[in-house]
């Protein structure tokens, strides 16, 4: 009897504590020292209660831009033109598009018809 190799699925493999892979830690601990940064700024105003929740809503919102993606849809624009693309990735090009001021370079190549031919006009 001939054995076959049967191919593993290592897309899980990469996770620490079940659901954190390394990507979504990294941007979850940066969401985290987001909200410890904004306690310390209302620590200064006297607001002393808001350190639980803010850690946790903005170690949510850092977990989410590291691991989701965005909605296929077209119920909005940017939805119908970044659909299926990860969050990290779209809000990347959004930075880089809007540091270049909204200029989109593009590389535009002289092609020739007639397979490369030079054409002379005719008069």
Known sequence: MKSYYLPREYGGEGKI??????KSLIYT???????ILINFILKMFGINKAFVPLLLIFGAIGYCVGTLRMPNSNA???TRK??????DEVIKRWFLFKMKHGRIYIYKE?????DGEETKDEQ
Do not use: R
């Open 17 to 22: 504590l079940y659901i954190f892979s390394v």
């Open 110 to 114: 002289n092609i020739l018809e007639n």
């Open 76 to 78: 909005f624009e940017i």
């Open 82 to 87: 970044t659909g299926g693309e990860k969050i």
């Open 29 to 35: 601990g940066v969401g985290a020292l987001i909200g």
